[in-house]
């Protein structure tokens, strides 16, 4: 039975944790016509490889692809600001009948003149798939020719989805990585993958692996250079943040340079002491695994009261979580439960069949698990799960809002850090924030002397004392 | 001046099928689906949210690998048969994106079919309008997409004695529900097209409808043929669009006017609208005339020979460029993105001296900034970059808005609009003295 109807053929998408039914189905082609909210191939590239800071990153293609991806994401940098810069190649006409293959290859020779970048990535569009340029051979020669690693990267927008946009920049990391030499400055070296540095995130993470004693040889890809990546080959494991855009990476690596991986999480109080833990667990240290204590202890007493003040003001609400990877979404369930909040919806644009049942397996009986959602059906489940809470992107802020529910940005796009042990009390502070808002206590109908109304207000029913806000 | 360089840095436009968008919305009970993969819909979906802090619906044929060699009709036919049963939709504009032209696909006969198989096809009207990505910009999607809604919908009936009023350009829902206000005071019979006032700033209510309520009635569309005269605001250096068409086919005067920002422009649609109507304009607009010149004599000191730099669409780039030389600026840099001969023909008789750049990306724009000694941008946010980098205070209008409140209620048109304008230039350059004192 399904839960919802409005499209044929969604039917298996939407499931109710305690129902004995089929396996969900997921990692599938969007359904036409029923606005789904995945983006494309080419957007799964940009996500992973935009954050490498001195890189130039060229869109071939026309001049939307450019513009509508142009400093988008919030992956903040400690050093260079090339990667915020938009660059097109902006096909033509012309182009397309006649081939961009020249127009390309002079496009590279005048930005490297004019830009000097450490490496630049060639993006591929849809309009490129059909009409054939050789973006390999165009990218080998400027190489030789410009002196710098120049990689194409295989991101026709209609080849696929975005699973397979982050595919084709794991590709591309993979000719850049192993290409130079480095020593660690510890015995105990790591790189962080999946992590892409929203909003400052990781410069709350990487102090903590630093004082454990650990070096971070490089984070894939928030705020790192391109000679990161470059020795990124030295590190003796990787952390796995991102599963959905990065596992393929971690296994390219393992395969390749032996580096063996851990899934790890940095948000949340759970996940974030979990990653420590785990780190100095695999190195099969005494002192890291005291060291990692000491700083779990630490961290925890310091941020608690602030957290602990800010739970009783949520605990008891309702959390609808609609994430791009199922990474997030499951940690987002774990950062709910430390602030005493139900899960009732969880849904993900790319999670495949090993994360859906994970997701199953850690939420409660009754919560509503959706693959690759639309506006109608989310809002159909918000309504019917009376959610207080959609923790989202910008694309369904205004839909939560429009329904009178309280919302948090937790996508690319945000500008709060919400990792490590800081970001949990950010987390904890926005989430606070909206659900306690008074705005949801406005009336939507006035009251009228003269005419009788309706006195409904925006969060309907719900009714709280105002409480007195946290402080700090 | 066109561009000298080869790549783009930094676009100061967008691509043919966002300006689809901003049309079809303004049609009463309409949805757009764009024919082509699905990041398409999503990245303008999620842009336009930035802008209006609006839910936006795009749908998209998702068109796969298979559809790309196949050809994509079975996909789209799917995405419209969806979009009926989703949105139960009375209109459906369809623009095609780069993939879907290039495979070849033919989307009025693809319509054809469907509407010929589908028995729910049978009450919707569908808009297929033509815009490949690398055609041209966005502009010129919302002059296609326009036209071909006319062409696709007018049907000739006895004369209606109305007055067509095309918006020909990009405006803000606060601009289209000012010259509702001002044509509904004027008193005369009006269709204005697109209508966006509502749909894209939608009152906060109870219920949340599938498509957003308002926009211009479709059976004012069919209509628009039975017109005694087109107005086209905002038209005036776009290649012919759809009041041109009903000019041809049905012998209905058009006036391109450009967009009323400054005295002499808004003069310039309250004459025509008087010639058109055989009304005077109303009185209270009289007054607001008047208020707004007294602003700009009270103005004209703090902004005079401002260096400025305006940019963004053309349409907007001339009435604010013709404002600020009414007020004694200087405007030294005028660029546009799009390449438009008659934009650069507009402006340089409007500002001989200055820099007229059209096909312009943020990187020459920067250039001839810091080449030119400037104390104020103007134009969208995209600019804001550039603003940093340079240290010039940037005042944003237009589209798009990303990082600041109140694009949809910015009011730049007619006196109201224009005192609006000054009002902020002045303040801008103001503020702006007011931090290096500091």
Same mark, same amino acid.
């Given at each position: 039975m399904s839960v919802i109807k409005i499209f044929e053929g969604r039917e298996r998408h939407i499931q109710q944790k305690g129902d004995d039914c089929l396996p969900l189905s997921c990692n599938n082609d969007s359904l036409a016509g029923v606005v789904s909210q995945r983006a494309c191939v080419y957007s799964g590239a940009r996500v992973v490889l935009n954050p490498l800071t001195d890189a130039l990153h060229l869109v071939h293609g026309p001049i939307g692809c450019a513009a509508y991806t142009w400093d988008?994401?919030?992956?903040?940098?400690?050093?260079?600001?090339?990667?915020?810069?938009?660059?097109? &190649?902006?096909?033509?006409? =012309?182009?397309?009948?006649? /081939?961009?293959?020249?127009? !390309? #290859?002079?496009?590279?020779? +005048?930005?490297?003149?004019?830009?000097?970048?450490?490496?630049?990535?060639?993006?591929?569009?849809?309009?490129?798939?059909?009409?054939?340029?050789?973006?390999?051979?165009?990218?080998?020669?400027?190489?030789?020719?410009?002196?710098?690693?120049?990689?194409?990267?295989?991101?026709?927008?209609?080849?696929?989805?975005?699973?397979?946009?982050?595919?084709?920049?794991?590709?591309?990391?993979?000719?850049?990585?192993?290409?130079?030499?480095?020593?660690?400055?510890?015995?105990?070296?790591?790189?962080?993958?999946?992590?892409?540095?929203?909003?400052?995130?990781?410069?709350?993470?990487?102090?903590?692996?630093?004082?454990?004693?650990?070096?971070?040889?490089?984070?894939?890809?928030?705020?790192?250079?391109?000679?990161?990546?470059?020795?990124?080959? &030295?590190?003796?494991?990787? =952390?796995?943040?991102?599963? /959905?855009?990065?596992?393929? !990476? #971690?296994?390219?690596?393992? +395969?390749?340079?032996?580096?063996?991986?851990?899934?790890?999480?940095?948000?949340?109080?759970?996940?974030?002491?979990?990653?420590?833990?785990?780190?100095?667990?695999?190195?099969?240290?005494?002192?890291?695994?005291?060291?990692?204590?000491?700083?779990?202890?630490?961290?925890?007493?310091?941020?608690?009261?602030?957290?602990?003040?800010?739970?009783?003001?949520?605990?008891?609400?309702?959390?609808?979580?609609?994430?791009?990877?199922?990474?997030?979404?499951?940690?987002?369930?774990?950062?709910?439960?430390?602030?005493?909040?139900?899960?009732?919806?969880?849904?993900?644009?790319?999670?495949?069949?090993?994360?859906?049942?994970?997701?199953a397996y850690i939420v409660k009986d009754g919560t509503l698990i959706i693959d690759d959602a639309n506006p109608l059906e989310?809002?159909?489940?918000?309504?019917?799960?009376?959610?207080?809470?959609?923790?989202?992107?910008?694309?369904?802020?205004?839909?939560?809002?429009?329904?009178?529910?309280?919302?948090?940005?937790?996508?690319?796009?945000?500008t709060i850090n919400f990792e490590g042990f800081q970001g949990m009390v950010n987390f904890a502070r926005e989430v606070d924030v909206t659900i306690n808002s008074p705005v949801w206590q406005l009336r939507v109908k006035r009251q009228s002397p003269i005419n009788s109304r309706s006195d409904l207000t925006m969060n309907t029913g719900v009714e709280d004392a105002i409480q007195e806000p946290c402080q700090g | 001046m066109p561009s000298k360089n080869l790549a783009r840095v930094n676009p100061c436009s967008m691509c043919m099928p966002m300006g689809c968008v901003l049309v079809f919305r303004g049609i009463e009970s309409c949805m757009t689906l764009f024919h082509g993969s699905q990041g398409c819909s999503t990245y303008m979906r999620l842009y336009l949210a930035h802008h209006f802090r609006e839910p936006v619906d795009i749908a998209s044929s998702a068109l796969s690998e298979k559809g790309a060699v196949y050809g994509g009709a079975a996909n789209l036919k799917q995405g419209l048969r969806n979009v009926i049963l989703g949105y139960r939709p009375k209109a459906i504009g369809i623009a095609t994106t780069c993939l879907a032209e290039t495979i070849g696909d033919d989307v009025p006969q693809i319509v054809r079919e469907f509407q010929a198989e589908e028995p729910l096809a049978r009450d919707v009207t569908f808009i297929p309008v033509s815009t490949p990505s690398y055609a041209a910009s966005h502009e010129v999607g919302y002059r296609v997409a326009l036209k071909n809604l006319v062409q696709t919908?007018?049907?000739?009936?006895?004369?209606?004695?109305?007055?067509?009023?095309?918006?020909?350009?990009?405006?803000?829902?606060?601009?289209?529900?000012?010259?509702?206000?001002?044509?509904?005071?004027?008193?005369?019979?009006?269709?204005?097209?697109?209508?966006?006032?509502?749909?894209?700033?939608?009152?906060?209510?109870?219920?949340?409808?599938?498509?957003?309520?308002?926009?211009?009635?479709?059976?004012?569309?069919?209509?628009?043929?039975?017109?005694?005269?087109?107005?086209?605001?905002?038209?005036?250096?776009?290649?012919?669009?759809?009041?041109?068409?009903?000019?041809?086919?049905f012998e209905i005067p058009h006036r391109p006017l450009p967009l009323p920002i400054g005295l002499d422009l808004c003069d310039r649609l309250a004459a025509s609208l008087e010639e058109l109507t055989g009304d005077p304009m109303p009185e209270y607009y009289e007054r607001e005339r008047g208020r707004l010149l007294d602003t700009m004599v009270d103005a004209h000191k703090v902004v005079a020979e401002a260096r400025t730099a305006v940019f963004g669409d053309t349409e907007m780039v001339l009435g604010i460029t013709r404002l600020m030389t009414e007020l004694g600026m200087r405007p030294q840099i005028i660029a546009t993105g799009a390449a438009n001969r008659a934009f650069a023909e507009a402006a340089l008789q409007m500002v001989p001296a200055s820099r007229i750049i059209t096909g312009a990306d943020f990187s020459e724009i920067a250039e001839e900034i810091m080449a030119r000694d400037i104390e104020l941008m103007v134009g969208p946010f995209t600019g804001r970059q550039t603003a940093k980098k340079t240290k010039i205070p940037l005042l944003r209008v237009g589209h798009p808005n990303h990082d600041r409140f109140g694009a949809s209620h910015q009011l730049l048109l007619g006196y109201e609009g224009s005192m609006h304008l000054v009002e902020c230039l002045a303040n801008a350059l103001i503020e702006s003295k007011e931090k290096g004192y500091a």
């Open positions: 988008i994401r919030g992956a903040a940098s400690s050093g260079s600001d090339l990667y915020r810069n938009s660059f097109s &190649t902006d096909m033509k006409e =012309l182009d397309v009948v006649f /081939g961009g293959e020249r127009k !390309l #290859a002079a496009a590279l020779r +005048e930005l490297a003149d004019r830009f000097h970048p450490q490496a630049i990535f060639v993006y591929s569009t849809c309009i490129v798939g059909i009409i054939g340029d050789d973006l390999e051979t165009i990218c080998k020669k400027a190489a030789m020719e410009l002196g710098i690693p120049v990689v194409p990267v295989k991101s026709e927008g209609f080849r696929g989805n975005k699973t397979d946009g982050y595919k084709a920049a794991c590709n591309a990391l993979l000719e850049l990585i192993g290409t130079c030499d480095y020593t660690p400055k510890s015995y105990y070296s790591v790189n962080l993958l999946g992590e892409y540095n929203v909003a400052g995130d990781v410069w709350h993470v990487r102090p903590l692996f630093e004082e454990m004693g650990i070096d971070v040889v490089a984070t894939l890809t928030g705020d790192s250079r391109v000679a990161d990546i470059q020795r990124a080959h &030295t590190a003796k494991l990787n =952390l796995v943040q991102c599963s /959905g855009s990065m596992t393929y !990476l #971690a296994k390219k690596m393992e +395969e390749k340079y032996g580096i063996p991986y851990r899934r790890i999480s940095f948000f949340g109080l759970q996940d974030m002491a979990s990653a420590l833990r785990t780190t100095a667990e695999f190195f099969d240290s005494q002192d890291l695994k005291e060291k990692a204590e000491q700083i779990i202890l630490r961290e925890t007493a310091r941020v608690m009261p602030q957290i602990e003040c800010h739970r009783a003001r949520v605990s008891g609400k309702k959390a609808a979580i609609y994430m791009g990877g199922a990474a997030k979404a499951v940690s987002l369930v774990r950062a709910f439960q430390e602030l005493g909040m139900d899960v009732v919806i969880i849904g993900t644009q790319t999670g495949d069949r090993d994360d859906y049942q994970k997701i989310l809002k159909e489940l918000l309504l019917k799960q009376s959610a207080d809470l959609l923790v989202a992107g910008v694309k369904e802020r205004f839909l939560a809002y429009k329904l009178g529910i309280a919302f948090c940005d937790f996508n690319h796009d945000r | 919908m007018v049907r000739k009936s006895k004369p209606s004695g109305r007055i067509n009023i095309l918006v020909g350009s990009i405006i803000s829902p606060e601009d289209v529900r000012y010259l509702k206000k001002l044509l509904d005071g004027w008193g005369f019979g009006y269709i204005l097209l697109p209508d966006i006032s509502e749909t894209f700033d939608a009152p906060l209510n109870e219920h949340l409808p599938r498509i957003p309520a308002g926009g211009t009635p479709l059976d004012d569309i069919r209509d628009l043929a039975s017109s005694k005269a087109t107005v086209t605001i905002g038209g005036v250096v776009q290649e012919p669009g759809a009041g041109d068409f009903l000019e041809k086919e």
